[in-house]
Every structure is written in C-alpha cells, then in structure tokens.
C-alpha cells in the first residue's frame, strides 16, 4: 500500500526555518520524481519544488528560489523541504508527491493532472510576521 507521510511542519516567526520530511513507503523509491506542493486557504494547491527520479535534477517556483531546498535520502526513502527566511506568505498545508520516472520540471508541470502521482496528506506550515 502506498504512503506518503509528512512531517516537520509548526508554527514559526518570520526569517525561521523549517525542515519538512516526507517518508515513502510501498513505491520503489528510487523510481520516483519527488514534489512539495502548498495550499493556503481560499487558493489552488500550488507547485514549490521538485527533484528528479535521478536526484539529479531541481526546480523551484520563483518566490523560494534561494530559500527553500529540496532533498532526498534514498536510503531512507525520504524527500526533505529545508525551507530558509521564511516569510507570512509561505503559510500553507504543505504535501509531498511522488511520480514515477520524472524529471523535476515534468513533476512541476504535471504531477497534479498525472493519475500515477502519489499525494500525502500534508503538514501545516504557519509563519507569523
């Protein structure tokens, strides 16, 4: 059975960081393209960064560019999201994906329409100002 686990999330003040983990089990974890996607209230789930089945491709939305970094532990079927000077408008449910054999920008661009994505059930993200 697939599972997606996230963990890491919390209540920070703004220019914190934060450490989102998600653990993966009943995929073959090295097969997979791994995501982070946020939603805040009243919005669209919105892509933030992604990390090819390789490892060794990335892909950022524009607004965490040098402030978020994706990473993964195959040996720990883990993705992380270290998430750096974090700001009010980062609040959000936080959730981990995973899609077989993609590349970063492929994730970014269609994991959400890809029947085959796999979706946690997220951590909540909370930066106060």
């Known amino acids: 059975q697939v599972h997606l686990s996230e963990s890491g999330g919390g209540m920070v003040q703004a220019g914190d960081s934060l450490r989102l983990s998600c653990v993966v089990s009943g995929l073959t974890f090295t097969r997979q393209g791994l995501g982070w996607w946020r939603q805040a209230p009243g919005t669209e789930r919105e892509f933030v960064a992604a990390?090819?089945?390789?490892?060794?491709?990335?892909y950022y939305r524009d607004s965490v560019k040098g402030r978020f970094t994706i990473s993964r532990d195959n040996a720990k079927n883990t993705v992380y999201l270290q998430m750096n000077y974090l700001r009010p408008e980062d609040t959000a449910v936080y959730y981990c994906a995973a899609t077989p054999y993609t590349t970063a920008q492929t994730m970014a661009l269609t994991a959400t329409r890809n029947r085959l994505s796999s979706w946690g059930q997220g951590t909540q993200v909370t930066v106060s100002s």
């Open positions: 990390i090819g089945w390789s490892g060794n491709s990335t």
